[in-house]
């Protein structure tokens, strides 16, 4: 059972727009994740939040933490073709391994 | 180095048939995770080990469903007379942390089984 909801499931885009993914939860999580999964690949770990409120960049892509640490979102500016493929956040609760994965997002953009 | 490698890549098996699917971690990792994946969805959770301990089996789905790791390297999962459900691809990932959150989890390619 997915604890991780994301919204949109599907985006498909024009390259140079702006675009944000949602990761929404009932729980509390100690630390998020995103990763960015290719077909045929397993997913890449993008970024790690583990603050509430905390916000991080990555070149064109703006992650941040829900205060209440329940959500999170995704935020790319001026999307690319090379950022088509499945994204994807995981949540942690404190004390444990286990990572719970969100339903994903897969996006595609076109040139 | 080396990243998580998994074989074979892709598995097509009848029904009812065994199938064993390998995962050879990065070198010296200790944590050791194997995730099924339906299609267009997020990886579930399925088994953890801790070098040659399998410390929590919570998410295998049935008893058809065995993983192993006894040299604390390489890892096996194996399913029993395989059901059409059982079609997914199956990600093994690699830590080299033990036990705490917030750490990388490098994952393999995937085999994808299918299950005629």
């Known amino acids: 059972t997915q604890l991780l909801e994301q919204s949109p499931q599907f985006l498909s885009i024009q390259e140079g727009e702006n675009l944000t993914v949602y990761c929404n939860s009932s729980s509390v999580f100690s630390s998020l994740q995103w990763y960015r999964q290719e077909p045929g690949e397993g997913p890449v770990l993008l970024v790690t939040v583990v603050t509430g409120g905390e916000v991080k960049k990555l070149k064109r892509l703006t992650f941040q933490f829900g205060d209440a640490r329940k959500d999170s979102s995704l935020h790319i500016t001026a999307a690319q073709p090379g950022d088509t493929g499945l994204y994807l956040c995981?949540?942690?609760?404190?004390?444990?391994?286990?990572?719970?994965f969100g339903t994903g997002t897969r996006l595609k953009v076109l040139a | 180095g080396a990243g998580v490698s998994q074989s074979p890549r892709y598995k097509v098996a009848k029904r009812g048939q065994d199938v064993a699917l390998r995962c050879d971690p990065i070198?010296?990792?200790?944590?050791l995770f194997w995730y099924q994946q339906a299609l267009g969805q997020g990886p579930e959770f399925l088994t953890y080990?801790?070098?040659?301990?399998?410390?929590?089996k919570s998410g295998l789905p049935s008893d058809r469903f065995f993983a192993e790791r006894p040299e604390g390297s390489v890892s096996t999962l194996k399913i029993q007379r395989t059901q059409q459900e059982d079609s997914a691809v199956y990600l093994c990932?690699?830590?080299?942390?033990?036990?705490?959150?917030?750490?990388?989890?490098?994952f393999g390619p995937g085999t994808r089984l299918t299950v005629t």
């Open positions: 990932a690699s830590t080299s942390r033990t036990g705490v959150s917030s750490y990388e989890q490098y």
């Open positions: 070198s010296g990792h200790v944590s």
């Open positions: 995981a949540g942690t609760t404190s004390g444990t391994y286990k990572y719970i």
């Open positions: 080990f801790q070098n040659e301990a399998q410390l929590d």
